[in-house]
């Protein structure tokens, strides 16, 4: 099993609503980012396009994928939300899940982007956010490397 989908045992949908096998061989070799992020936010609601533009961009290129894990408080607000994100994500209902990798993550403030090596679950990057907005927006250098 991979280590990304160890980390969620299941409950990643994608943009149909269909639940994702994160095992399946499309996901090999590929790196995460997990989006921890919020309707409610007005931080998070600046840099979600920007996100959504360079995913777009890049993302076949760089072997990158996102998982949106909301904090938002109710599951109008989540679909209202994801539906203008090209990417997966957990479940609304997994709110056990969502906490468990806040605080497995620290995610104390959002938005919140962490990259994971897909394969074996380890962290890459914990900054992911400030190398798009100051470091490296290009994405030169990615994936990023980040002391843990």
């Known amino acids: 099993m991979a280590g990304i989908a160890k980390l969620f045992s299941g409950h990643i949908i994608n943009r149909s609503n269909k639940e994702v096998d994160l095992n399946d061989e499309k996901y090999k070799g590929k790196i995460f980012g997990l989006y921890f992020s919020a309707h409610w936010c007005p931080p998070c609601r600046v840099f979600t396009p920007l996100l959504s533009e360079i995913y777009k961009e890049y993302h076949r290129e760089k072997n990158f994928k ?83």
């Not at 609304?92 to 074996?120: A, M, Q, W």
């Open 66 to 148: 996102i998982i949106f894990i909301s904090s938002d408080s109710d599951e109008k607000s989540f679909n209202d939300y994801y539906k203008n994100m090209p990417w997966l994500a957990l479940d609304f209902k997994e709110r056990r899940k969502k906490e468990t990798l806040s605080n497995k993550f620290h995610v104390n403030e959002i938005p919140k982007l962490i990259l994971i090596d897909g394969d074996s679950g380890k962290i890459i990057c914990t900054n992911a956010k400030d190398q798009i907005l100051h470091l490296d927006p290009e994405g030169i250098n990615f994936p990023w490397k980040s002391n843990k």
